[in-house]
């Protein structure tokens, strides 16, 4: 059994956002690809419009950047 993760070894799968939040994503690389800077993107708006960085304790930012 092999992990999704590690399927492939010339891909990076996994994106530093900031300090302490690190996205990883899987599917196909387009997708991937404009999914993790889109979710990166609103991440690193979220925290220059309310002055806070995002933490892992705000999971609700994550999830509503998805739906916008």
């Given at each position: ?35 993790s800077e889109t979710m ?29």
């Amino acid at each position: 059994a092999r992990s999704i993760i590690t399927y492939k070894h010339d891909e990076d799968k996994i994106m530093k956002v900031s300090d302490k939040l690190l996205l990883a994503g899987a599917g196909p690389v387009a997708d991937r690809v404009r999914y993790s800077e889109t979710m990166a993107a609103n991440i690193k708006l979220y925290s220059l419009r309310s002055g806070v960085e995002c933490d892992t304790d705000e999971q609700h930012i994550i999830a509503g950047a998805m739906y916008d």
